[in-house]
């Protein structure tokens, strides 16, 4: 399985080539849709997208961790970490490629 990565100019093309907005006007929708979506985890709200899943910042409390190397303890410092959650639709697509490859290969 190849392991390919989606970055903002993938997303700026594929709105240019399937809203058919200028490059220009695609760069500037993909930006102000990823700080409307930075801005609002930010502010400790969660996002949730329709059939793809949600976004939200989970607070975990201070905890005692082990230097696997040594074993010596080492505390860890409470902090804000963002998690993703998907939904049944997405889970169900990306189930359906899987048993198509299975089958396949």
């Known amino acids: 399985m190849a ?3 989606v970055t903002r100019a993938d997303l700026t093309e594929a709105v240019y ?4 907005l200028s490059r220009n006007e695609s760069a500037k929708l ?3 849709v990823l700080e409307e979506i ?3 985890l930010l502010r400790g709200e969660t996002v949730k997208i329709s059939s793809f899943g949600s976004f939200g910042v989970r607070n975990k409390g201070h905890r005692v961790g082990r230097n696997p190397k040594t074993g010596e303890e080492v505390p860890i410092q409470p902090r804000k970490t963002l998690v993703f959650r998907a939904s049944h639709v997405l889970k169900n697509r990306l189930n359906e490629v899987l048993r198509a490859q299975r089958s396949a290969g």
Not at 17 to 20: A, D
């Open 17 to 20: 080539q399937e809203v058919g």
């Open 38 to 40: 930075s801005s609002a």
């Open 30 to 32: 993909v930006e102000d």
């Open 3 to 5: 392991e390919d990565t």
